[in-house]
């Protein structure tokens, strides 16, 4: 009896720690290794008082980092391109979960999370204790890569 090669995507996730004004968002899991046609679910948390919006990134292999979509505490909005093929999930805030529907070779990538406030929903109270300009949290830990292969 023969069987069918298992086909497995490694999700490798950057865990961003430590930057801006020593800031620190993370990721979990570091990687992920799932076959094709499964879900991937990849979460993102920080508590940074304040942050309201949390960005999702993917960066292929030898391509250009790639905007996916955010989630705050009012609404999710998903890039065209991964329309069908996202969710995001969480509370907009301090927790936001990535989720790649039906996997396949091509979401072989890393995936970035990155949390940041935005002026539109801060109230007067904060704003005069907050920076003038946006602050950006994000990974930077290199060390995983998402891989695919048959086994």
């Known amino acids: 009896m023969t069987t069918a090669p298992s086909v497995f995507l490694s999700i490798s996730i950057l865990c961003l720690s430590g930057t801006i004004l020593c800031k620190h968002v993370a990721q979990t899991p570091n990687s992920l290794l799932k076959k094709e046609k499964e879900s991937a679910k990849i979460g993102c948390f920080h508590f940074v008082k304040n942050y309201d919006v949390v960005q999702w990134y993917k960066q292929s292999q030898r391509s250009k980092l790639q905007f996916m979509g955010y989630r705050n505490i009012h609404q999710d909005t998903v890039e065209m391109e991964f329309n069908e093929k996202i969710e995001l999930d969480g509370d907009g805030r301090n927790n936001v979960s990535l989720t790649i529907k039906?996997?396949?070779?091509?979401?072989?990538?890393?995936?970035?999370?990155?949390?940041?406030?935005?002026?539109?929903?801060?109230?007067?109270?904060?704003?005069?204790?907050?920076?003038?300009?946006?602050?950006?949290?994000?990974?930077?830990?290199?060390?995983?890569?998402?891989?695919?292969?048959?086994?």
């Open 102 to 151: 039906d996997l396949e070779l091509k979401d072989s990538a890393v995936y970035f999370c990155a949390a940041y406030y935005t002026v539109i929903s801060i109230t007067s109270d904060e704003r005069k204790n907050s920076p003038n300009s946006p602050m950006l949290s994000s990974s930077q830990h290199y060390s995983d890569f998402l891989l695919f292969r048959s086994i």
